[in-house]
């Protein structure tokens, strides 16, 4: 197998490297190891623009809740433009620039698949609770992405699977207070997870929207 991981510093950006090094190739990419920005296109250009096409998994793992040191917004009253499109910028912008530039990388002539981290907050289905606005709101809309995505990529991609996972609630840099007293599993075991779930995903499932548990979520 040859993989790339974007976000290959984060937590569990780094425990997928480490779990797909024992498969196969994998070539990591993140700011804090390559400089890659992926809220600006050229620096995402440069960086997937290197690469040769080929690979069988791609997996981005990017995104932010804490943005600047500010959480996200618990009231109405807490929302503002600047929060909102950091947000999205981070959330929704850098992961569509990563497809953009990525879908070139992905295999013609064999199954091959494509993975965005989303998360549940961003089921508008799923918002009973309300808050978090600029976080839910950029994951609904990077689901949109992926599924728009996942559309065109069939048509020079026969057999990629594209589709947005949500992780579960991971031991990362997400705040402890934050977690709302959900459990939460080591990276490695979030890895572990994911890398399951996209095994058992085809090109029936291609801009899908999973858990970790490979149980649908609801957009």
Sequence with gaps: ?????????????????????????VVGLSRRGEGLDVTD??????ALGALQPGFDL???????????GVGPEKTLKAVTAEGLS?????????????????LRLMRRDALCRMAVLSARVGSIGDNGLGGWYGYRAAK????QLVRTAAVEALRTHPQSVLVALHP???????????????????PEVAAANLLRV???????????????????VPW
């Excluded at 197998?1 to 498969?23: E, F, H, Q």
């Excluded at 791609?58 to 600047?68: D, N």
């Design 198 to 216: 996209l095994e058992g995903l085809g090109p029936s499932d291609t801009g899908g929207f999973f858990d970790w548990k490979g149980e649908v």
């Design 1 to 25: 197998m040859r993989a790339l991981v974007v976000g290959a510093s984060g937590g569990i950006g780094a425990a997928l490297v480490t779990a797909l090094s024992a498969r196969g190739e």
């Design 140 to 143: 609904a809309a990077l689901n």
């Design 168 to 186: 579960g609630t991971v031991e990362t840099g997400l705040a402890p207070d934050l977690r709302a007293g959900h459990p939460a599993v080591t």
């Design 58 to 68: 791609i997996v981005v793992a990017t995104g932010a809740l804490m943005i600047g």
């Design 86 to 102: 950091r947000a999205f910028l981070v959330n929704a912008v850098g992961p569509a620039l990563v497809m953009k530039h990525a």
């Design 41 to 46: 296109e050229a620096s995402v250009a440069a």
